[in-house]
């Protein structure tokens, strides 16, 4: 028997072929018309949010599409971020009276809560919307920024 | 099965939601694209299939990621279109991360009214 040399760099991630597994339990379920949702393992209809923690700051970005300035509104409490929005379902025409042939976006309101990292100091926030992506940064507080500490020789 | 999705390991293409409603002769389609600008964005028709794609320019965030719920990716999503659309009117506006198209209908497929002469 020849001994295949293990060649890591070939591999695929591993989750990402959970991901195709689900994706084709989806499928066999009939759930692919909603290709954005995780399927029978989730129906939610918030919008996604990652939360990401940087050198100097807390970076929030939320998935937004379709979504107004106007109709967003965002207010934080000491460890908590909350989000509430709502969007007017997508209508072209005059009436919006037509015929509708598949809908898989959603309308209504939605409220999404963000516990916050110890250390962020809520005081220091900016938002920005920007091509449907919500960007809301979070300074930290300036005794959990890295802090370069020098050395004296003596 | 021919249908699998073969995934490419670095850049994921992501089937965007869509809404596809007709309405006054034309067909409206709105689909989500959440981080395309419009410089990323390219529609074209090849042999009646209506296919838009989406790039997100920005750079992936370099962070260390607490919660990850947003697919990153490409978005790709086509369409078959028949002779009833009039392919050469097709119009496209991008607002707020929606992309929304309006595809008119041939006047030839269109209901029309007939006037009734009395006599």
């Not at chain 1, 070939?10 to 072929?17: I, M, R, W």
Request: some cysteine.
């Amino acid at each position: 028997m020849a001994i295949m040399r293990w060649n890591k760099t070939s591999l695929p991630d591993p989750f990402d072929e959970l991901d195709r597994l689900q994706e084709e339990m989806n499928r066999l379920f009939g759930l692919t018309f909603r290709p954005d949702s995780t399927g029978i393992f989730d129906r939610s209809e918030v919008p996604a949010v990652d939360l990401l923690e940087e050198a100097d700051k807390f970076l929030v970005l939320v998935d937004l599409p379709g979504i107004e300035k106007q109709n967003l509104e965002l207010s934080v409490a000491p460890h908590v971020l909350t989000l509430r929005g709502e969007r007017s379902g997508a209508k072209g025409g005059k009436n919006g009276k037509g015929h509708v042939y598949r809908n898989e976006t959603w309308e209504g309101s939605f409220q999404r809560t963000i516990s916050l990292p110890e250390g962020a100091d809520v005081d220091k926030i900016s938002a920005e919307l920007s091509d449907g992506v919500l960007r809301i940064e979070i300074a930290k507080k300036a005794e959990l920024k890295p802090r370069q500490i020098s050395v004296v020789a003596k | 099965m021919s249908n699998v999705t073969t995934l490419e390991p670095q850049r994921r293409m992501i089937q965007p939601r869509c809404a596809i409603h007709e309405d006054e002769g034309k067909i409206f389609v709105d689909i989500e694209m959440p981080g395309v600008e419009k410089d990323g964005l390219s529609i074209h028709v090849e042999n009646q299939e209506l296919i838009i794609e989406g790039k997100r320019l920005t750079e992936a965030e370099t962070g260390r990621y607490l919660l990850r719920e947003r697919r990153l990716g490409d978005y790709r999503k086509s369409f078959t279109i028949d002779d009833t659309v009039d392919t050469d009117k097709i119009e496209a506006e991008l607002a707020s991360g929606m992309v929304k198209l309006t595809l008119p209908l041939k006047a030839a497929v269109q209901p029309r009214q007939i006037s009734i002469k009395q006599k």
